[in-house]
T-cell receptor, first 114, second 114 residues
Framework: AQSVTQLDSHVSVSEGTPVLLRCNYS??????LFWYVQHPNKGLQLLLK??????LVKGINGFEAEFKKSETSFHLTKPSAHMSDAAEYFC????????????FGAGTTVTVRA | DGGITQSPKYLFRKEGQNVTLSCEQN?????MYWYRQDPGQGLRLIYY???????QKGDIAEGYSVSREKKESFPLTVTSAQKNPTAFYLC?????????????FGPGTRLTVL
């Protein structure tokens, strides 16, 4: 079985300040982990993914995430928020034992204040 | 321009009607998926298909049906048996359906029951 918990349902930051979105996962097998972003009424866009290579993963638009097996975490960060980062973010886990299934977190809504 | 298209963008259904949502991809991907998204929740898997002429139920298949007659097309029918169909529907595809494959998402269809 696998599951994902996004620890914050809503995060509000000022433009130019760091962003931290927290994600914990559980998986019986070596997981693949993803972060997706969704702007209002749009589909999901992949930000980055971890598949057992480097534990620090760099993605698009200045985002990065660190896989910490001991803490079962995969937190997403960005050093300096931009107004265009306002969106909903989903942490997603996929386990090698189960070919098709992605488990999605409930999402974190990011608001960026000018 | 490769990608996934979904139509229509908005769809309204009367009680007792069946409606069909279209999903087409030109990425030459073998696997395709349908998800349902409700406010404040992550995505839930309705159906998936890893190869033409074969598909499997996901977590919430009741009241839905699919077909996969062509590699590039995976239409979803919302039947009258689905008691609460108002939601945002997202189609996705991946190269082969493997656990570490990235799923690419379409722009979504918003279905409203009148």
């Amino acid at each position: 079985a696998q599951s994902v918990t996004q620890l914050d349902s809503h995060v509000s930051v000022s433009e130019g300040t760091p962003v931290l979105l927290r994600c914990n996962y559980s998986s019986s097998y070596s997981p693949s982990l993803f972060w997706y972003v969704q702007h209002p009424n749009k589909g999901l866009q992949l930000l980055l993914k971890y598949t057992s290579a480097a534990t620090l993963v760099k993605g698009i638009n200045g985002f990065e995430a660190e896989f910490k097996k001991s803490e079962t975490s995969f937190h997403l960060t960005k050093p300096s928020a931009h107004m265009s980062d306002a969106a909903e973010y989903f942490c997603v886990v996929s386990a090698q034992s189960n070919d098709y299934k992605l488990s999605f977190g409930a999402g974190t809504t990011v608001t960026v204040r000018a | 321009d490769g990608g996934i298209t979904q139509s229509p963008k908005y769809l309204f259904r009367k009680e007792g009607q069946n409606v069909t949502l279209s999903c087409e991809q030109n990425l030459n991907h073998d696997a395709m998926y349908w998800y349902r998204q409700d406010p404040g929740q992550g995505l839930r898997l309705i159906y998936y298909s890893q190869i033409v002429n074969d598909f499997q139920k996901g977590d919430i298949a009741e009241g839905y049906s699919v077909s996969r007659e062509k590699k590039e097309s995976f239409p979803l029918t919302v039947t009258s048996a689905q008691k609460n169909p108002t939601a945002f529907y997202l189609c996705a595809s991946s190269i082969s359906g493997g656990a570490s494959d990235t799923q690419y998402f379409g722009p979504g269809t918003r279905l409203t029951v009148l």
